[in-house]
């Protein structure tokens, strides 16, 4: 009796096939509602909207070509790219195919989004930087979960890919996630669920009496384990991002404190565009109101913006501090408490100029040239007690200051990259003035002066050519702080000035008893700071706000309203002609390197912290996983769950995903591209190698001629069959599949020989009392392997990516599978 046979492929119920796709797309975009907790309006979803319907068409189509799987991937992929070129980007070719230009421009806006999302409080205004970031992201979710549930026919794999997509706004909230989104999530999951158990219902009555037969149980559990272990790293990596405003490598703190870190500019829309204010400093004795430093930016990068250049050095802030650059030690200084709030970060603030600070945190550095206090791994600092001199000098004094051209580091000099039409403004914007402390005030007029034109807004308005700031200055004239201390900064170095961006807080509001300043996060804040010698870095804000936050120096407000202080020849004072290029520095060689080789030299940042982190737990499991593999296989662990052969397949999969994925980061430490193309390598040739993995365990049970080597050595040939495109009817008896193998394969005489010798092997180890290995079973197969590849070579599409692996088939049976074997 032959056993049942199962359903051909034309008799799968339409319905499955067809509507797989779209329901898992559907359940995506459910998935997807979840981010409306984070991210706020409702464009975004429109734009996922469209993405996964994209890549979903581009799957049903290409799987209508019989392409592979894997290629169908890639493609949707490309896919991905091209509708993130043309929604986000103005350099693709032909205005949707992502060239080099296009992919530098969308790295761009990408590493702007993360920088967002590391520092920003939800819920987060969708500004385009995050809707490229959530296209993608979804996107690659959308191309995962089509795989899964389509290619690979297990819909329920799905499920861990979808949960993660809920995981990540849930971690990144502040409150609950609103409950429709998971009413709409459970509905679309429990629909996949059902198409799930359709085909699980059609592959049971495909497997009916096929006794040991192999089916898909194998491949189920390699893409489940897959599938693991994309998401948990997806989500860690997401994890790592930062949650409520947490920089990555933070803690997890306690007792759902969220901890606002500030990391340079990125954490100013961040805590500006919050929605609601967080207390995080409260100050005692501090009799005036003054601006409250946190760090210092040095380095203008074209289009990009303003970063910390070289790296801080200095002492442990400990006790009595060094002199900063200009202080000659004069002035009385004030006794001021700081209590953090909710304040986790790398720096630690402080007001004018430092001479001593108490602090229980034994881990900071003071570095005096760039005027912050710092530690090399983020903290809740403790109360601290700083002595600092709050005067200011006179404008006349300022006025009257000496002009150095090397008065501190060449940093504060330059400003490569910057555009004509800039460098015009800023000569033009300090004409007529004949000291330094005059030009910084006419570039602080031209950007807050009555008639300057421009407006704060924390929404800013779209670049209408390739660099920012000239964006900014010329046309837009709409920004918020970031904007406006970035452009002076800039200008202030044009006209010979040395300048850098100061990134912190102004001095807050009074507490109800006025016993103590309370600074909040709608405090954030960037401004000017221009150096004087024998006074240092004095402070200027050119922003044009008028909510009461703003703070005038003394020096900035000894002239009455609507009058000017003209300078005299006595004020007037002795400086060093600028060059023609605007700048009172040296000047540079022609990669815009500095020729004074003396000074310290900036030096590029190392790799992000969540980067090092990342890779170092994929390892540390990648390798965990390894070892336990190689106990179980070798015998040494037996017990519990290593026990179990399902336990033991699924650790394969699983550690050669976490190795893929180590590779990966670790490649990324030198470039992103390498990554991206060793991980798409590793990708492609996945099925290869776990071909080539399972031949070679095919073959050595054939000749350890062990109780399972006539099985082994069937399953050997019907995979070799498989791959040449001619898999066997499961309904088929064993020798009936033999005869079409030979027939469809032209196997020569030798070859026939070899698989009658196999055909006998597995009927005896079936049906004999006493079964035992047949000594010539190992060449038996070798001559059926030597025959398929003379007579029926593979192709290099069907070695790279072989249908036993990406497509298995459950194998014949034998004549009588119904018998009962006969006793031992």
């Not at 000047?587 to 980067?611: E, F, I, M, R, V």
Request: hydrophobic share 45%; glycine share 10%.
């Amino acid at each position: 009796m032959g056993s049942r046979s199962a359903p051909s492929k034309g008799a799968e119920p339409e319905w499955f096939t067809s509507a797989t796709p779209w329901i898992a797309a559907l359940a995506v975009l459910c998935a997807s509602t979840a981010l409306s907790g984070v991210i706020e309006g409702d464009l975004w979803l429109v734009r996922i909207g469209v993405v996964i319907v994209a890549i979903t068409v581009t799957g049903a189509f290409l799987r209508a070509t019989r392409l592979p799987p894997p290629l169908v991937a890639i493609a949707q992929v490309a896919v991905l790219l091209c509708l993130l070129t043309a929604l986000h980007t103005r350099s693709g070719i032909f205005l949707f195919i992502p060239g080099p230009d296009a992919l530098g421009e969308l790295g761009d806006v990408l590493a702007e989004s993360v920088a967002q999302v590391q520092t920003g409080v939800p819920p987060v205004h969708a500004s385009p930087a995050i809707q490229a970031l959530v296209v993608l992201a979804i996107g690659l979710v959308a191309v995962l979960v089509d795989t899964l549930a389509v290619a690979a026919a297990a819909p329920a794999a799905s499920g861990l890919v979808l949960l993660c997509v809920f995981a990540v706004p849930a971690s990144l909230a502040d409150e609950m996630l609103p409950f429709w989104t998971f009413i709409l999530g459970a509905a679309a999951f429990a629909m996949l669920l059902a198409v799930d158990g359709q085909h699980r219902h059609e592959a049971w009555r495909g497997r009916l009496g096929s006794g040991s037969a192999s089916g898909s149980g194998g491949s189920a559990t390699s893409v489940a384990a897959i599938a693991m272990v994309i998401a948990l790293v997806v989500g860690a990596g997401f994890t790592l991002v930062g949650t409520v405003g947490r920089l990555p490598g933070s803690g997890g703190g306690g007792g759902g404190k969220g901890g606002i870190g500030l990391s340079e500019m990125t954490s100013l829309r961040g805590m500006l565009n919050r929605g609601r204010s967080a207390e995080v400093f409260y100050v005692r004795g501090m009799t005036d109101p003054t601006y409250m430093r946190a760090s210092t930016l040095a380095q203008y990068v074209p289009n990009k913006g303003w970063e910390r250049g070289s790296p801080p050095g200095g002492q442990p802030a400990r006790g009595e501090l060094p002199p900063q650059p200009g202080d000659r030690g004069e002035g009385k200084t004030t006794r001021i408490n700081i209590e953090p709030r909710d304040w986790r970060s790398f720096w630690l603030p402080t007001y004018g100029a430092v001479r001593r600070i108490d602090t229980p945190d034994d881990d900071y550095q003071f570095d005096p040239k760039k005027g912050v206090i710092y530690t090399q791994r983020e903290r809740e600092p403790e109360s601290y007690e700083l002595d600092t001199v709050m005067s200011t000098p006179t404008k006349q004094a300022l006025r009257l200051a000496p002009t150095q051209a090397n008065a501190v580091d060449r940093e504060y000099y330059k400003f490569d990259g910057v555009e004509q039409p800039i460098v015009d403004l800023a000569r033009k914007a300090v004409a007529g003035a004949t000291n330094d402390f005059d030009k910084a005030a006419a570039l602080t007029s031209f950007f807050n002066g009555p008639t300057s034109g421009f407006t704060y807004d924390l929404k800013t308005g779209g670049d209408v050519t390739t660099d920012a700031l000239t964006d900014f200055v010329v046309r837009g004239k709409v920004g918020y702080c970031e904007q406006f201390a970035s452009a002076m900064a800039i200008m202030a170095r044009v006209v010979g000035l040395p300048s850098r961006v100061a990134i912190g807080f102004t001095a807050g509001v009074m507490s109800a008893d006025n016993s103590y300043r309370v600074i909040s996060t709608e405090d954030a804040h960037a401004w000017v700071e221009i150096f004087f010698p024998n006074y240092g870095w004095m402070t200027f804000d050119p922003t044009p706000v008028n909510d009461g936050r703003g703070i005038v120096p003394p020096y900035l407000r000894e002239t009455a309203p609507g009058q000017e202080e003209v300078p005299t020849a006595n004020t007037q004072t002795e400086s060093t002609s600028a060059s023609t290029t605007g700048s009172a520095q040296p000047s540079t060689s022609a990669d815009g390197t500095d020729g004074d080789q003396g000074l310290p030299a900036a030096s590029s940042q190392g790799p992000p912290t969540w980067h090092l982190w990342a890779l170092g737990i994929v390892l540390v499991l990648a390798a965990l996983l390894s070892l336990l593999l190689v106990l179980a296989l070798l015998g040494v662990l037996s017990a519990g769950l290593m026990g179990v052969s399902w336990a033991r397949k699924l650790l394969i999969p699983a550690a050669a995903g976490l190795w893929l994925v180590g590779v990966g980061l670790a490649a990324a430490l030198l470039s992103w591209w390498l990554a991206a193309l060793l991980v798409v390598a590793g990708v492609v040739l996945t099925p290869l190698l776990v071909r080539a993995v399972r031949r070679r365990n095919h073959l050595h049970a054939v000749t350890a001629l062990g109780p399972s080597a006539a099985t082994a050595a069937w399953s050997e040939l019907m995979a070799e069959s498989i791959d040449r495109g001619a898999p066997v009817p499961v309904a088929e008896t064993i020798r009936i599949a033999a005869r079409r193998l030979a027939r469809e394969h032209n196997l020569d005489d030798a070859g026939k020989d070899g698989l009658r010798t196999v055909i006998g092997a597995i009927e005896r180890s079936w049906y004999s009392p006493n079964p035992a290995a047949d000594p010539s079973l190992p060449g038996a197969v070798a001559a059926v392997r030597q025959s398929l590849r003379l007579n029926a070579p593979l192709s290099l599409r069907a070695r790279l990516f072989p249908k036993s692996v990406l497509k298995p088939t459950p194998a014949p049976v034998a004549d009588t599978a119904e018998r009962e074997p006969a006793g031992v």
